[in-house]
């Protein structure tokens, strides 16, 4: 094996190494994080709630949201509170209209969670026939 030719194999192994510590790397810090965000210091989970509909007159502005995965998609970091749900529980935070995944829109509000069965706090405001609703729902 000539020189060049050993040289090209182990520069070729040694981007291999690379490519697969970087991808361990990568795996480790997307695997410990949940997306969410903060507010006023409490840390909540963000899930996508597609069929979410909320009448104006069930919001109000509980906080600004900080620390917020895919800040970009959000109309402001504007955390609202939901009538008859328990703000340490669940906030919605209203997306910028298009805002899409592989499954489709996102809708217009995304959920900010705190615990098991949060969304249960909200089911009044899923509409079924938008499409899947929150198993928790029914």
């Not at 361990?24 to 899930?47: E, M």
Request: aromatic share 8%; charged share 20%; hydrophobic share 45%.
């Amino acid at each position: 094996m000539s020189r060049m030719s050993r040289l090209v194999a182990h520069g070729l192994r040694t981007v291999r190494v690379m490519l697969f510590l970087s991808t361990i790397a990568l795996l480790a810090c997307t695997s410990s994080s949940t997306a969410g965000g903060t507010v006023d210091g409490v840390r909540y989970n963000l899930g996508a709630a597609r069929t979410l509909r909320i009448p104006p007159a069930a919001l109000a502005p509980y906080g600004s949201a900080t620390d917020l995965s895919y800040a970009e998609w959000f109309v402001d970091p504007t955390a609202y509170s939901v009538a008859r749900a328990d703000p340490d529980v669940v906030l919605v935070l209203r997306l910028k209209p298009g805002i899409k995944d592989d499954a489709g829109s996102l809708g217009e509000w995304m959920v900010l969670t705190r615990g098991n069965d949060a969304e249960s706090l909200i089911c009044d405001y899923f509409d079924a026939a938008l499409g899947p609703i929150p198993s928790d729902c029914g």
